[in-house]
Every structure is written in structure tokens, then in C-alpha cells.
């Protein structure tokens, strides 16, 4: 039987972030990015799921007053489809929710329907649009969110 853990994210853990980053992304986020957002952003959060003692996927959250916004999740594509999503996000919101978060909302990709399945799933709806929000391709970006 595997082993899953879901952690605080660590420094020790930015080389399989970026990796991780580098699969499922096309703009990506550096590790000095993380660097910057782990020790020096008091609103953020970032975690971690492992399974077997390997990352095998990420995700972030910044929470300012009650309001919780996904900054991002991923998992390695060789995982995928295996619930492992689902956990770290159900792991984020219950982290949500205990540090006094009311409301959660997001940025979808207008193209990802998987993930899109996936919020909604969790409650989140859709509740706007922001016009080219991804600088890689100009694409529209779905803003989803739900009432914790």
C-alpha cells in the first residue's frame, strides 16, 4: 500500500517543484519565485503530496483576512488521474477553513476542463471571465469560486 503525505512545502522541495512546474505549465514559476514566496510572503501557503517518499505534485494558497485565493496546483503528469488532485486541493481548503478563510477563489485556464471538473466538484463556480490573462498565448482565464 502506498504511503501519500501532504506537508508544508520546503526549500529542500523547489528543484521537484520546478520539475513538476516545467511538465505541466507552459509560463512557469522559478524556484527563486517560491524562494521569495516561502520566506518572505506571510499570505502564502504551499504544500506538497508525496507518495512513496516522492513530490509527486504541489499546490499554493494566499490567504489575506478570509479570503483564500489558489494560486496554483499541480501534479506530475505520471500521477495524474489518480485522485492525488483531488487530495491536495481537499488538503488546501481544509486548510482554508481552519485558518478563518469565508471565501476561495481561483484562475482556470478557459481550455483546462479537467481542472475545471475538478473545482466543481469541490462547490466552485464559475463567476467570470479575465480576458487574456495567460501572457503565454493570450488566453482567457475562468474565475471560479465558492462560499467555504
Not at 513538476?20 to 514566496?37: A, D, G, H, P, Q
Not at 516561502?38 to 512513496?52: G, R
Not at 479570503?67 to 496554483?72: I, L, Y
Request: proline letters at 1%; glycine letters at 6%; one cysteine or more.
Amino acid at each position: 500500500m502506498s504511503n501519500i503525505v501532504i506537508r508544508p512545502m520546503e526549500l529542500k522541495d523547489l528543484d521537484q517543484v520546478e520539475e513538476i512546474e516545467r511538465k505541466s505549465f507552459t509560463s512557469v514559476w522559478t524556484k527563486n519565485l517560491y524562494k521569495k514566496e516561502l520566506l518572505e510572503n506571510h499570505f502564502a501557503y504551499y504544500f506538497v503530496i508525496e507518495k512513496d517518499d516522492k513530490l509527486i505534485g504541489f499546490c499554493g494558497l494566499w490567504l489575506v483576512l478570509d479570503e483564500a485565493q489558489v494560486t496554483n496546483i499541480a501534479v506530475d503528469p505520471q500521477y495524474r488521474g489518480q485522485g492525488y488532485g483531488a487530495m491536495l486541493f481537499q488538503y488546501m481548503l481544509n486548510h482554508a477553513m481552519t485558518r478563518g478563510a469565508t471565501n476561495l477563489s481561483l484562475e482556470v485556464r478557459y481550455s483546462n476542463y479537467t481542472a475545471q471538473r475538478l473545482y466543481q466538484k469541490f462547490g466552485l463556480e464559475k463567476a467570470g471571465i479575465r480576458k487574456n490573462y495567460y501572457t503565454d498565448n493570450n488566453e482567457d482565464a475562468i474565475v471560479m469560486w465558492v462560499r467555504l
